[in-house]
């Protein structure tokens, strides 16, 4: 990403639903504004920053080279996909094909799917707004990186729904975070729940593999028995379910 320089000019920008008093197909963070700050790129450009009511930002450069404007996206240090706007057609392509743990960047929807009736999560799969509960030893992450109940989302399908996905990392010796084999998995979640049910299931997917690491049980069936976590038992929180049958695995 381009450094930017002197900020131009700032405004709020809301989702357009508000100025058609439509505003009921929105959902929790969506009805609040965005802040759009506009500054020079180090390319001569303009970088348009984004920032989203969640805290997380999208940035998007805008550059004029050799006759078209090229428009890239980023959601972190590196861009995502790059436009390119010519005289003849509009030219777009990834720029990575894929981030961390083979998350998808770059999708191609027809204009008028379901994406934007707000059936994709707010939190869209991207590394600014997973939720993430940090240990002394261990780390759990939790977003939606584009699955459904089969595969890929579909959201055609009225029977699919958005689902989302854990990771366990741990603590090496260098104090970075190392993933822990076997501990991705897909849970019972919709992504679409409210973000402080997404943090009550990402704490007690911490607890649970703090719990079982601390009695030596092994993290990978753990993990999977995690996969089955549903909006109820992240509400309540406790770590027996998943734990219990590893408790009497060991005792025998």
């Known amino acids: ?110 204009e008028d799917a379901d994406f934007y009736s707000g059936e994709v999560p707010v939190n869209m799969g991207t590394l600014a707004t997973e939720i993430i509960a940090t240990g002394d030893t261990f780390r759990a992450s939790l977003e939606w990186i584009g699955e459904g109940e089969d595969g890929d989302y579909r959201p055609v399908d009225p029977n699919d729904r958005p689902i989302l996905r854990f990771d366990v990392s741990q603590r090496g010796d260098n104090d970075e975070w190392e993933d822990v084999p076997d501990s991705s998995y897909c849970t019972q979640l919709d992504a679409r ?27 990978k069936r753990v993990c999977e028995r995690l996969s089955w976590m549903d909006e109820a038992a992240a509400k309540a929180g406790d770590t027996a379910p998943f734990l219990k049958t590893e408790f009497i695995a060991a005792a025998e």
């Open 1 to 110: 990403m381009t450094e930017n320089a002197t900020i131009l000019c700032q405004t709020d920008v809301r989702d357009w639903r508000i100025a058609e008093d439509s505003a009921e197909d929105l959902v929790g963070r969506q009805t609040e504004d965005w802040l759009v700050q506009v500054s020079h790129s180090a390319y001569h450009g303009l970088t348009l920053t984004l920032k989203a009511p969640d805290g997380s930002d999208r940035v998007v450069d805008i550059e004029i080279d050799q006759g078209n404007v090229v428009v890239r996206s980023y959601r972190g240090d590196e861009p995502d996909a790059k436009m390119i706007i010519a005289a003849d057609a509009t030219y777009v392509s990834s720029c990575s094909e894929v981030g961390l743990l083979g998350r998808k960047l770059i999708r191609y929807e027809p």
């Open 193 to 219: 729940l409210p973000r402080p049910i997404r943090e009550l299931a990402a704490s007690l997917i911490l607890k649970t593999v703090e719990e079982a690491h601390a009695a030596g049980l092994s993290l």
